[in-house]
């Protein structure tokens, strides 16, 4: 060993010992003194900051309102679904694009997800990226499947429940029921403040749409607990560590609406309606509740409501048939005979003019340096207003209108609802044209000509109804001159059922008409269906003990034609129209059936009326009364019960 | 002076490391109620392990040790470059060498290494001999400087397919393989043999005549080292991985040739360690950290570097030479503040010093562990109700930041029983320390309290948000085998200094 003892200079270290000791409890006192002020001064400070990490406040979007008919057939249901999020913060640059290559592949995501997510995903900055991109909407139960078992490889992705609207009847009433769609900027707009955020669905069109507020309810706000990657944790764990539920603003669920339709009956109506393009409206003539309302060629709300392929919805829109358009109140139809009868009656109320007063048909009338044709080229003879309604005589008609004045036709046709908006909540309407001096001075060259009375006396010319309008206006005759506002909803009920809202019958107005003059028309339409030689006579319904009304109309697409065979083009032919109701006296159902280019209203309308009145009098009342047997009913075409029907 | 003269084994430090490792276990089980693996189980199996293979320790002379203390260094060296060409990757980080079932962390037990090597170094100053003419200074001194530099270079470049250090530089290797280190190592032997002869010239320190023994060769100013590593760089080599020798590092092997040259003219003649005398320990220092470094593991780098230097430091330094030694320590850290630190670590730094200007990414991690820590309030929340833990908005909880959870659960009181547990077995180490018989059982107990003390402090303060966060252990408290064996390795160290003890 050296000369030095390694041990020789070992007593010289107790001072570095006791530096050492030193430094290390100083150093340790830094730490205390740092803990003191986080711990116990800045304690509850931060507290609160771990509170708030876990706890998040989430809205409850509210259940939306199931719709049923009024047997209690459910029309529009919820179903659960799944939204795909993903989160920018907890997925990498590197596994994005796998990522999206993987649900591209699992679910076949559209270039405008992608693009959509793509762009959003490199454009959230900061805490921003924390917030979840709604990459596709409603799942399968495959898909979700996929997605459940490769969440290991799908980073940052997230699925959420969500509620997605489901129309169980597919096409059936679709123009009335309506369809959701995410809420554009200007609705949202219009709604600031409200209950709607970005993303949300809303009612587009129809029923949906007009009750929008009832069928909404209205948010909650709830805390929740999250994780760290913002992952919910069960509700067992919430409440614990919550102390309570976590309701802040309870969340209230959108009342169920009980439309007025029958569902049988509207089924029945777009199964059998004749045509390719028209437009059915029946209606409660004592009440004005509407039965069934269908507009041909119609869609399936299925397809575009939520989630929508681009694809389809740009096919509805560009087609040229319009499906999306309801005919039973947005479009124009020239009424054709059905329009007789209100000519009639503002000629019996003209002085001199009553049910006794006859006029000769030759098969024309010559006015002016114009020719005017009954349909019947032979003429019909002398005949009164009761055969002139029933075998529809356009001469008889031409001379009534003559005599009442076109002003005075107008004024009664109006008191009929005719000319303006019905009133409908859950429709967009048109009001239709009723025709006046005043209305062709303004509206044409050379205003009012009077052979235009000519012409719009039978429903031609300028006069133009909507479908609706038609039927509101023979239940006004039907019931005794009331003209009610048409309703599709009875009621609003809570999920539980207990009823919010019962809607009353409102009436509009009451129809500028005798009594007696009413009774003459209601025997005269009776006659059409039930007198020998009455238009509508071979569609009487048979073995009945109840007897129907009404009016058929033919009404002219091309004002004059050669020929107006069978080689007519489709475009130029006739539309077919029957307005009655029925039982003939006292009315419980009014119906009125446009079947465009359908030829003739005795045969490519008044089948349908009186299928329908038949199926609405005898078989439903049927069913009604012995519910029990429900074996029976084999031809009931809405058998079907309700999919769903969860409160 | 001792409380219990007659035991050979200090119960006391065992109690106090026991106290530990048990309230360790105890948080350790509320955070894994978390994880799908009983983390405090498997952790127990390792501190109990551990525990009776430092009592084994304890029994063996730590002169032992003392004797092979190069060697271990040395084969822990390369022990680390296995890790970086064949080791584990987890998260992002190349640490772990599979061993049958279970996974070594070389880095942990390389600190006890270092210890090892310092405190051999240090406690041989009586043998530091100098060498007589220019010629041989040179040759002595700069040896080591080509395969150090030549390694780093290599490490450096390992990922790189286009170094082609071969073709532009095979000269200088094949130079020194054959030319320098043979030259070197005549000299060594020449010179000790002309020691041996009684020529006092050579020795600075009045050491009295040199007994030149196979030891020596084992010091790390052997050239049997540089020629073993030159060898293996030789063998391992492969155009592969090499890259064209970048200016800048051609300047660093310059700045360590100028460097070593000039050091030498600052010998001096008292006790206190000089700037020569830090040549050496600094080379190699430099290889552990640069290879862990690589790993990347900037926390164990650093902390290795803090345990060498406090036993630098407790050796004392020439007051001068402990001035230029800060002054370059300084420059370098700005230096390599772009070469050393990835991105990642940078922000860490950026976030600590301005937190202000931080977004969510980097200081995420210290601000949830801060709001954890205070959130703890005086008492706590209790035990296994960390809602940091449990909701996971706490990193690496069951690591890094272990304490955190504590603190949370604890609260202010819970931290000051485990700050005070930790001073006191700090406390019994020096304690020991005064009691040891030489110089090399006070290195390794100054050591051990050193290293315990970095990661106490850095890990601590990181959690609580007082030193940037780096990636650092809690002793006996975090989770993981390799850095508890590695503990309880320097604990046995210290067991067998007090049971080696001797009388007094």
Redesign the interface.
């Given at each position: 060993m050296?000369?030095?003892s390694?041990?020789s200079?070992?007593p010289n270290?107790?001072l570095?010992?006791a530096v050492?000791?030193g430094i290390?409890?100083l150093?340790?006192l830094?730490?205390?003194v740092?803990?003191?002020k986080?711990?116990?001064v800045?304690?509850?400070?931060?507290?609160e900051?771990?509170?708030d990490?876990?706890v998040s406040e989430r809205r409850v979007v509210p259940f939306r309102g199931m719709i049923y008919d009024r047997n209690g057939s459910l029309l529009v249901d919820n179903q659960p679904s799944f939204d795909l999020y993903l989160t920018p913060a907890f997925c990498t640059k590197e596994s994005f694009e796998k990522t999206m290559t993987r649900l591209t592949e699992y679910l076949g995501l559209n270039e405008e997800e992608v693009d959509k997510t793509t762009r959003l995903y490199s454009n959230r900055k900061?805490?921003d990226r924390?917030l979840p991109i709604l990459v596709h909407r409603e799942m399968s139960w495959d898909e979700l499947a996929i997605v459940e078992q490769n969440k290991d490889k799908l980073e940052g992705v997230e699925v959420q429940p969500a509620v997605k609207r489901v129309y169980p009847m597919g096409k059936l009433a679709a123009h009335l029921l309506g369809y959701l769609g995410e809420i554009s900027p200007s609705e949202l707009a219009a709604r600031k403040g409200g209950d709607y955020r970005q993303g949300d669905y809303i009612g587009k069109a129809g029923v949906e749409k007009a009750f929008e507020k009832s069928l909404h309810g209205k948010s909650g706000l709830k805390k929740v607990?999250?994780?760290?990657?913002g992952q919910k944790?069960p509700e067992a764990i919430a409440k614990k560590?919550l102390g309570d539920n976590g309701v802040i603003v309870p969340v209230k669920p959108g009342a169920n609406l009980i439309l007025s339709i029958d569902a049988r009956l509207q089924k029945l109506a777009e199964e059998r309606f004749p045509g390719q393009e028209g437009a059915v409206v029946a209606v409660e003539p004592k009440t004005g509740f509407i039965l069934a309302m269908v507009s041909k060629p119609a869609f399936d709300p299925n397809l575009i409501s939520g989630n929508v392929d681009v694809r389809v919805w740009s096919a509805l829109v560009h087609d040229v048939d319009k499906p999306l358009t309801n005919r039973a109140t947005q479009q124009h139809y020239p009424p054709g005979s059905t329009f007789k009868p209100f000519t009639g009656l503002a000629a019996l109320s003209t002085e001199g003019f009553t049910s006794e007063t006859k006029e000769l048909c030759t098969g024309g009338l010559r006015f002016g340096d114009h020719y005017f044709r009954c349909w019947r080229s032979g003429g019909h003879g002398r005949l009164s207003i009761h055969r002139a309604v029933v075998q529809s005589c356009d001469v008889f008609f031409y001379k009534a209108g003559l005599a009442a004045g076109i002003d005075r036709i107008a004024q009664v046709a109006r008191s009929f609802g005719f000319g303006s908006k019905s009133g409908i909540r859950s429709c967009i309407e048109v009001p239709g044209i009723i025709p006046d001096k005043a209305w062709y001075k303004a509206h044409t060259k050379w205003g009012f000509l009077p052979g235009f009375t000519l012409s719009d006396s039978i429903g031609q010319g300028d006069v133009n109804v909507t479908p609706l309008q038609l039927a509101m206006a023979y239940a006004a005759l039907s019931n005794g001159g009331i003209l009610y506002r048409p309703q599709v909803v009875l009621r609003e009920e809570t999920p539980d059922g207990k009823v919010i809202k019962q809607y009353e019958p409102i009436v509009r107005g009451h129809v500028d008409a005798s009594d007696e003059n009413l009774k003459v028309l209601v025997e005269a339409l009776t006659g059409v269906v039930n007198e020998a030689g009455g238009t509508a006579y071979y569609r009487r319904p048979r073995n009945v003990t109840f007897k129907a009304a009404g009016k058929t109309g033919t009404a002219q697409v091309v004002k004059q034609f050669a020929d107006r065979g069978r080689n007519l083009p489709y475009d130029f032919r006739d539309h077919a129209l029957f307005a009655g109701w029925a039982p003939a006296d006292d009315p419980e159902i009014a119906v009125a059936v446009i079947n465009e280019h359908g030829r003739h209203g005795s045969s490519g309308a008044a089948p349908l009326v009186m299928e329908m009145i038949t199926y609405y009098l005898v078989q439903l009342r049927a069913e009604k009364t012995d519910d029990n047997e429900d074996g029976s009913l084999d031809e009931d075409p809405t058998k079907k019960k309700s999919l769903g029907g969860v409160n | 002076m001792r409380a219990n003269e007659n035991s050979r084994f200090n119960w006391v430090l065992i109690f106090a490391v026991l106290a530990i490792s048990g309230l360790g276990l105890v948080n350790l089980s509320s955070v894994g109620r978390t994880s799908s693996t009983n983390l405090a189980i498997v952790q127990g199996v390792w501190v109990g392990g551990s525990l009776l293979l430092a009592m084994g320790i304890a029994i063996l002379d730590y002169q032992l040790v003392e004797r092979l203390a190069y060697p271990i260094f040395f084969a822990l060296v390369l022990s680390l470059v296995g890790v970086l060409a064949i080791g584990k990757v987890v998260n992002n980080s190349r640490r772990w060498i599979g061993v049958g079932p279970i996974n070594i962390q070389p880095s942990e037990l390389m600190k006890i290494g270092v210890i090892l090597a310092m405190a051999k170094y240090f406690s041989d100053d009586a043998q530091v001999s100098r060498p007589r003419s220019m010629l041989s200074k040179l040759l002595i001194y700069l040896h080591p400087v080509y395969p150090i530099a030549a390694l780093v270079i290599l490490i450096w470049n390992w990922n790189n397919p286009k170094y082609d250090f071969v073709v532009q530089y095979h000269w200088i290797l094949v130079g020194a393989l054959f030319v320098w280190e043979p030259l070197a190592i005549w000299h060594f032997l020449h010179e000790s043999s002309s020691r041996r002869a009684g020529d006092l010239e050579y020795s600075t320190r009045q050491r009295g005549d040199k007994t030149y023994t196979l030891d020596d060769l084992f010091k790390p100013e052997s050239p049997l080292y540089g020629l073993g590593a030159l060898g293996g760089l030789i063998l391992f080599w492969d155009k592969d991985f090499m890259t064209p020798l970048g200016a800048w590092r051609f300047l660093l092997i310059a700045a360590f040739i100028i460097w070593t040259a000039f050091s030498s003219m600052f010998a001096v003649r008292n006790g206190r360690t000089s700037f020569h005398d830090l040549v050496s320990p600094v080379l190699l220092l430099s290889m552990p950290a640069v290879l862990i470094i690589k790993q990347p593991d900037l926390g164990t780098a650093l902390v290795l570097l803090a345990a060498a230097a406090s036993m630098i430091l407790f050796m004392r330094m020439k007051l001068a030479s402990l001035i230029i030694a800060v002054a370059i320590l300084l420059v370098a850290s700005v230096a390599s503040w772009n070469i050393v630190l990835k991105p990642y670590q940078q922000n860490r730094i950026k976030a600590f010093w301005a937190p202000s200007k931080d977004t969510k990414d980097t200081g995420y991690h210290s601000r949830q562990s801060i709001i954890a820590v205070g959130s703890g309030g005086l008492f706590g929340k209790g035990y296994g109700k960390s809602t940091q833990t449990r909701f996971r908005f706490l990193p690496e909880q069951h690591t890094d930041f272990v304490f955190s959870v504590w603190a949370e659960e604890q609260g202010f009181v819970g931290c000051l029983v485990v700050l005070a547990l930790f001073s006191f077995l700090l406390l019994q180490i020096v304690n020991i320390a005064s009691g040891a018989k030489d110089r090399f059982g006070v290195l390794i107990c100054i050591g051990m309290a050193s290293l315990l003390f970095w990661h106490v402090f850095i890990n601590i303060g990181m959690v609580i948000g007082v030193v940037p966060v780096v990636g650092l252990t809690l002793p006996l408290w975090s989770y993981g085998g390799s850095s508890v064996l590695a503990f309880f390795l320097g604990f046995g160290l210290i067991l067998s200094v007090y049971y080696h003890r001797g009388i007094k």
């Open positions: 050296s000369l030095f390694t041990k200079d070992l270290y107790k570095r010992y050492f000791l290390v409890l150093a340790f830094v730490l205390l740092r803990l003191r986080i711990q116990l800045q304690g509850n400070q931060y507290r900051m771990s509170i990490n876990f900061g805490l924390f607990v999250v994780d760290a990657k944790m560590i | -």
